[in-house]
């Protein structure tokens, strides 16, 4: 990450907007980073790189061969999503503003600017909105077929180090057939610039899958699923890792009107995340660190898929201006160390994200010794609509508004859910959530709008813009 970004595509995470970007580029950014986002998850290669990152918090080798990868899909994802993100402008606001975005791009960010340029035999051809939207789908699909490799022909469970993916793909013959970077090129440059050069579409069709599976979701996933197979074949904790990553492109996305507005959140991406995490080894420590507390609350990690018999309970707090996150972890194959850490501690309780709670919200509030019981999504909210939709049927929603976000909130029987979205959401929340009986209603209680947004501030806090900013010390 640098300085100065205005957005962030976090693979299964889902995409962060800076929050201080100014409203008339908000959409432009989400469609930019929407389209990173469709040409990861609906092809092969996109996806097996989508999986390794997934795992590469808990296997070092699947984040090395994941940048190594990556190196090789950069250059086009970004020359798309660039092109792509001026012609919905165009689309969506005449050929004259399109021109004049193009030149404050010129202004504003050189590289990209770069990369827009690079396709001026595609962008060159507008004069109309017409033509815009005819070659958004043609530049989508061109990208989407360079991005679905034949990954059975890449040897992935040999793939060990850097050197290993580089050596394979310095072979010239490997690149024009596997490297989506290489592959966009020589497929724009066949259809679309009027020369002799880099046309070899023998080898990219070679490398391919086949053209009538370009839109078979399943079998794409497939495809993936299957190197991801390969890549752990020896590894001590392979069903784990396979297990972890068997989601991955498989969710259907859901569309309506202004769902791109809900696609992304608004995230503080430019600001210092770093915190440190320090490991707890036991639970009277634990409860010793939650007691020295002035406010007492314990965050309770979401399990993450593959590891569900282990659970990651947190107390947030800042000495000498270092953010510390006490960190203890029990092994469990049911819930009944949980359930009786939530019947015995004297806090509140601060749940990341709703796979517990949508099974066990009734018990816990029954439990639990202080309400409400609060959770936070950090991911994009469309991600998890109809489960949030269906959890708070019948309930309640508010906003609490900021100068830059809005901090929404759901209620419904002591369980309040909160999470971050554009101020400009709430009118297509407000349309929305009528399908779920939720009912709005403003909040006066000045006490809990102050817990709520000191939560929100120290979830956000603790959410790294980049892995590196989480640093365990002794």
């Given at each position: 990450?640098?300085?100065?970004?205005?957005?962030?595509?976090?693979?299964?995470?889902?995409?962060?907007?800076?929050?201080?970007?100014?409203?008339?580029?908000?959409?432009?950014?989400?469609?930019?980073?929407?389209?990173?986002?469709?040409?990861?998850?609906?092809?092969?290669?996109?996806?097996?790189?989508?999986?390794?990152?997934?795992?590469?918090?808990?296997?070092?080798?699947?984040?090395?061969?994941?940048?190594?990868?990556?190196?090789?899909?950069?250059?086009?994802?970004?020359?798309?999503?660039?092109?792509?993100?001026?012609?919905?402008?165009?689309?969506?606001?005449?050929?004259?503003?399109?021109?004049?975005?193009?030149?404050?791009?010129?202004?504003?960010?050189?590289?990209?600017?770069?990369?827009?340029?690079?396709?001026?035999?595609?962008?060159?051809?507008?004069?109309?909105?017409?033509?815009?939207?005819?070659?958004?789908?043609?530049?989508?699909?061109?990208?989407?077929?360079?991005?679905?490799?034949?990954?059975?022909?890449?040897?992935?469970?040999?793939?060990?180090?850097?050197?290993?993916?580089?050596?394979?793909?310095?072979?010239?013959?490997?690149?024009?057939?596997?490297?989506?970077?290489?592959?966009?090129?020589?497929?724009?440059?066949?259809?679309?610039?009027?020369?002799?050069?880099?046309?070899?579409?023998?080898?990219?069709?070679?490398?391919?899958?086949?053209?009538?599976?370009?839109?078979?979701?399943?079998?794409?996933?497939?495809?993936?699923?299957?190197?991801?197979?390969?890549?752990y074949a020896f590894h001590p904790i392979k069903d784990r890792l396979v297990t972890r990553v068997e989601s991955v492109g498989t969710k259907q996305a859901i569309f309506f009107e202004g769902a791109e507005l809900l696609s992304a959140k608004p995230a503080r991406i430019n600001e210092n995340k770093e915190h440190f995490i320090k490991r707890i080894k036991t639970l009277e420590e634990f409860i010793q660190i939650l007691e020295q507390q002035?406010?007492?609350?314990?965050?309770?990690?979401?399990?993450?898929?593959?590891?569900?018999?282990?659970?990651?309970?947190?107390?947030?707090?800042?000495?000498?201006?270092?953010?510390?996150?006490?960190?203890?972890?029990?092994?469990?194959?049911?819930?009944?160390?949980?359930?009786?850490?939530?019947?015995?501690?004297?806090?509140?309780?601060?749940?990341?994200?709703?796979?517990?709670?949508?099974?066990?919200?009734?018990?816990?509030?029954?439990?639990?010794?202080?309400?409400?019981?609060?959770?936070?999504?950090?991911?994009?909210?469309?991600?998890?609509?109809?489960?949030?939709?269906?959890?708070?049927?019948?309930?309640?929603?508010?906003?609490?508004?900021?100068?830059?976000?809005?901090?929404?909130?759901?209620?419904?029987?002591?369980?309040?859910?909160?999470?971050?979205?554009?101020?400009?959401?709430?009118?297509?929340?407000?349309?929305?959530?009528?399908?779920?009986?939720?009912?709005?209603?403003?909040?006066?209680?000045?006490?809990?709008?102050?817990?709520?947004?000191?939560?929100?501030?120290?979830?956000?806090?603790?959410?790294?813009?980049?892995?590196?900013?989480?640093?365990?010390?002794?």
């Open positions: 990450m640098s300085i100065g970004d205005e957005g962030q595509f976090r693979f299964t995470n889902g995409t962060a907007i800076d929050s201080g970007l100014n409203k008339d580029r908000i959409l432009d950014v989400i469609n930019h980073e929407f389209t990173h986002s469709l040409l990861y998850s609906t092809t092969s290669y996109g996806q097996f790189v989508m999986m390794l990152e997934k795992n590469g918090i808990l296997d070092d080798r699947s984040n090395v061969i994941k940048n190594a990868l990556f190196s090789y899909i950069g250059r086009m994802q970004e020359r798309v999503a660039v092109n792509i993100e001026l012609m919905l402008r165009c689309v969506s606001r005449g050929v004259s503003d399109y021109i004049d975005a193009i030149g404050s791009l010129k202004m504003r960010n050189n590289v990209y600017y770069n990369h827009f340029r690079k396709l001026c035999c595609l962008n060159g051809k507008i004069s109309e909105q017409e033509d815009a939207k005819q070659l958004i789908q043609i530049l989508r699909e061109t990208a989407r077929v360079a991005l679905n490799v034949d990954l059975s022909k890449i040897p992935v469970g040999e793939f060990r180090a850097e050197k290993d993916v580089i050596k394979f793909f310095n072979n010239p013959i490997n690149t024009v057939r596997y490297s989506p970077n290489k592959r966009f090129e020589t497929l724009i440059n066949l259809f679309f610039r009027e020369n002799d050069n880099n046309n070899d579409f023998h080898s990219v069709y070679e490398g391919s899958l086949s053209l009538d599976k370009m839109d078979d979701v399943q079998y794409i996933h497939g495809v993936a699923m299957d190197a991801i197979e390969e890549m002035e406010r007492k609350y314990v965050y309770i990690l979401n399990r993450i898929r593959g590891f569900e018999d282990f659970q990651v309970i947190c107390v947030y707090d800042e000495k000498e201006g270092k953010r510390i996150s006490y960190s203890y972890m029990f092994f469990e194959e049911d819930n009944q160390t949980l359930f009786d850490i939530l019947k015995s501690f004297e806090c509140h309780f601060v749940f990341y994200k709703t796979k517990f709670l949508c099974k066990e919200s009734n018990a816990v509030r029954k439990m639990v010794r202080q309400l409400p019981v609060y959770m936070y999504e950090d991911t994009p909210l469309l991600s998890s609509f109809d489960v949030i939709g269906q959890m708070f049927y019948g309930g309640k929603y508010s906003y609490i508004r900021r100068k830059n976000d809005t901090i929404l909130v759901f209620q419904k029987r002591s369980i309040c859910l909160f999470t971050n979205i554009f101020i400009e959401s709430e009118e297509i929340l407000n349309r929305e959530l009528k399908q779920f009986s939720i009912e709005y209603r403003d909040m006066y209680d000045k006490r809990q709008i102050s817990e709520i947004m000191y939560l929100d501030k120290m979830c956000n806090d603790y959410e790294g813009n980049v892995i590196e900013d989480a640093k365990l010390i002794e």
